[in-house]
Nanobody, 119 residues
Framework: QVQLVESGGGLVQAGGSLTLSCAAS????????LGWYRQAPGKQREFVAK???????NYADSVKGRFTISRHNANITAYLQMDSLKPEDTGVYYC?????????????WGKGTLVTVSS
């Protein structure tokens, strides 16, 4: 089992910055990729960014050039640096880990952290 705990959310004005953190614990040896997803009020959860254990990254088009994902492999922590925030970035941000459960691929989720961007 893998446990994920997000932190760093809050209220920020448009154009501002926030850094989210995701700390993993438990069976961290099974973690390959770490990612961030978000869910705006009344909308479905959507992909934001992902980073593999080798450092390969990919981003949603809506955040390219503004958000940067990174990870610290020693303690399996992922970060999401968010710059030039827009009101449409508002939502609950969830950390996700691609790992294993009972030997099978499994995605673990954190409980989320709220980001509110005011106009």
């Amino acid at each position: 089992q893998v446990q994920l705990v997000e932190s760093g959310g809050g209220l920020v004005q448009a154009g501002g910055s926030l850094t989210l953190s995701c700390a993993a614990s438990g069976s961290i040896f099974s973690i390959n990729a770490l990612g961030w997803y978000r869910q705006a009020p009344g909308k479905q959860r959507e992909f934001v960014a992902k980073i593999t254990s080798t450092g390969n990254t990919n981003y949603a088009d809506s955040v390219k050039g503004r958000f940067t994902i990174s990870r610290h492999n020693a303690n399996i922590t992922a970060y999401l640096q968010m710059d030039s925030l827009k009101p449409e970035d508002t939502g609950v941000y969830y950390c996700a880990a691609d790992g294993l459960k009972s030997g099978n691929p499994h995605i673990y989720w954190g409980k989320g952290t709220l980001v509110t961007v005011s106009s």
